[in-house]
C-alpha cells in the first residue's frame, strides 16, 4: 500500500485554468504538508495542517488553497494558474503530536505544467 | 530563521569508494536534522535522521550522518558507494512551530557514482 499517494501524477493545463491535485495518507498521521520543486529542484513548504486546520502559509499567492475534508486528505487548489506556476508539487505527511519527531513521508509528486 | 546548507551542487565518487555528502544548518534550538535522497521522477525518501543521542546515526540503504554541533554540520557518509546510489540528496531541518514540523531543505546535492 502507498502510504502517501497522490493524483494526478502529470497535469498539463493552459493559463487561467483552475485545477486540484489530490492527496491521501493512509499512515494515520496528524499533519499533512504541500511543497514546491522548482525547475532548479529547490524545495520550499507551502502550507501544512494539523487536525484539520491550516498552520503554515508560507507566502503563497491566494490563488493556491488547501482544502482537507479530513485528516487523511489535503487536497491543493490553484485558481488562475499562471506559467510560473510550472513546478513539481509533493504532498506529505507526518505526526506531529505526542512529541513523536517523526520524518515526513513524501508522495510522488505531480508534475504541474502550464501552458 | 533555519536554514540549511549544501556547499556542493555535485560529487563524483568511483564505485568502492567513500563518499561523503556535505550539510551545515543553522537553526535557533536543537535542530532536528534530515536526509532525503531524491531519485529521478521520484518523490524523496527518507535516510536518516538526526533528534538526539548518539552524533552518529546510522539509515537506509547502509547510509551514516554525523551530527557535530560545533561545526553545525550533519554530513552525510556511506563506506563504499553503489554506482545505485546515484541520485539526488537533499539536507533538511525541522523545527517545531506553529504544531507542525516545518522542514526546510538544502538545495540538493547531485550524486554520481561513476562505475
Known amino acids: 500500500d502507498t502510504a502517501v499517494s497522490q493524483t494526478p501524477k502529470y497535469l498539463v493545463t493552459q493559463m487561467g485554468n483552475d485545477k486540484s491535485i489530490k492527496c491521501e495518507q493512509n499512515?494515520?498521521?496528524?499533519?499533512m504538508y504541500w511543497y514546491k520543486q522548482d525547475s532548479k529542484k529547490f524545495l520550499k513548504i507551502m502550507f501544512s495542517?494539523?487536525?484539520?486546520?491550516?498552520?503554515i502559509n508560507e507566502t503563497v499567492p491566494n490563488r493556491f488553497s488547501p482544502k482537507s475534508p479530513d485528516k487523511a486528505h489535503l487536497n491543493l487548489h490553484i485558481n488562475s494558474l499562471e506559467l510560473g506556476d510550472s513546478a513539481v508539487y509533493f504532498c506529505?505527511?507526518?505526526?506531529?503530536?505526542?512529541?513523536?519527531?517523526?520524518?515526513?513521508?513524501f508522495g510522488q509528486g505531480t508534475r504541474l505544467t502550464v501552458v | 530563521a533555519q536554514s540549511v546548507a549544501q556547499p556542493e551542487d555535485q560529487v563524483n565518487v568511483a564505485e568502492g569508494n567513500p563518499l561523503t555528502v556535505k550539510c551545515t544548518y543553522s537553526?535557533?534550538?536543537?535542530?532536528?536534522l534530515f536526509w532525503y535522497v531524491q531519485y529521478p521522477n521520484r518523490g524523496l525518501q527518507f535516510l536518516l535522521k538526526?533528534?538526539?543521542?548518539?552524533?552518529l546515526v546510522k539509515g537506509s540503504y547502509g547510509f551514516e550522518a554525523e551530527f557535530n554541533k560545533s561545526q553545525t554540520s550533519f554530513h552525510l557518509k556511506k563506506p563504499s558507494a553503489l554506482v545505485s546510489d546515484s541520485a539526488l540528496y537533499f539536507c533538511?531541518?525541522?523545527?517545531?512551530?506553529?504544531?507542525?514540523?516545518?522542514?526546510?531543505f538544502g538545495k540538493g546535492t547531485k550524486l554520481s557514482v561513476i562505475p
Open positions: 495542517y494539523n487536525n484539520k486546520e491550516l498552520i
Open positions: 506529505a505527511s507526518s505526526q506531529v503530536t505526542g512529541g513523536a519527531n517523526t520524518e515526513a513521508f
Open positions: 533538511a531541518v525541522s523545527r517545531l512551530g506553529a504544531g507542525s514540523y516545518q522542514l526546510t
Open positions: 537553526v535557533s534550538g536543537n535542530p532536528y
Open positions: 499512515l494515520g498521521h496528524d499533519t
Open positions: 538526526y533528534i538526539t543521542g548518539d552524533n
